[in-house]
């Protein structure tokens, strides 16, 4: 049985792939590794989905940066940093070897974003984000999944929001729930090839944390 990618340090032999990435966006060149979601020669295709889909959330009443949560190699933060270089990027991740490449991903590319390494929020405690974007590790189970969309409510400004990923027959129904559960709001951003991203808008206004 293979090692899971949602662990604090993988032991698996270290391989690599390095391609040209170019969503929507000025191209960039990611390194994927072996024990980091998704060890591919291309982004994953839930993942291009919500690049290509996100919009961030800038009012004045929702200042902040944005939080890439499973970061895995940084393809969905780097990506979005490229596109939004006047945002500060947080992009955390369990596994140590997920963060060690999003920060080789991060110098390659001449992106200037923080990278920490933590289980779910354990890192941003008492910071509120504009945004939390996350291909969720479904395949870590609901205990993991529902607490990512539980906690991050306050983790977001109030009218910031929460973006997820995901095959919709194959989890994605669930998480979408458990977002409208939680947050009383959920909606189909966009759909593709039996992917969604979903979005809920956090209408807490009391949360009462540091911006990043």
Excluded at 46 to 74: K, M, N, R, W
Excluded at 82 to 96: C, E, G, M, S, Y
Excluded at 98 to 107: G, I, M, P, Q, S
Excluded at 168 to 173: A, D, Q, S, T
């Amino acid at each position: 049985m293979s090692e899971h990618y949602y662990t604090e340090n993988p032991t698996s032999e270290m391989k690599e792939n390095t391609f040209q990435s170019n969503i929507k966006g000025p191209p960039l060149t990611f390194t994927s590794v072996s024990g980091v979601f998704s060890f591919e020669t291309r982004v994953d295709k839930a993942s291009a989905l919500l690049i290509h889909a996100f919009e961030p959330t800038q009012t004045e009443e929702v200042p902040g940066a944005i939080l890439d949560l499973g970061c895995g190699y940084g393809a969905i933060g780097l990506s979005l940093k490229a596109r939004f270089p006047q945002k500060k990027l947080v992009l955390t991740d369990i596994n140590n070897r997920a963060a060690d490449y999003a920060r080789k991903n991060a110098v390659q590319n001449y992106l200037d974003v923080t990278v920490v390494q933590g289980n779910l929020y354990e890192t941003v405690q008492n910071t509120l984000f504009s945004d939390i974007v996350s291909n969720p590790p479904i395949a870590a189970g609901k205990t993991i999944t529902f607490a990512l969309i539980r906690e991050a409510k306050a983790h977001l400004h109030h009218g910031g929001a929460l973006w997820l990923t995901a095959f919709h027959n194959k989890g994605g129904e669930t998480l979408k729930k458990e977002m409208l559960r939680v947050f009383g709001n959920v909606e189909d951003v966009v759909k593709s090839g039996g992917m969604r991203v979903y979005r809920s808008c956090c209408k807490n206004s009391e949360n009462d944390g540091s911006d990043a």
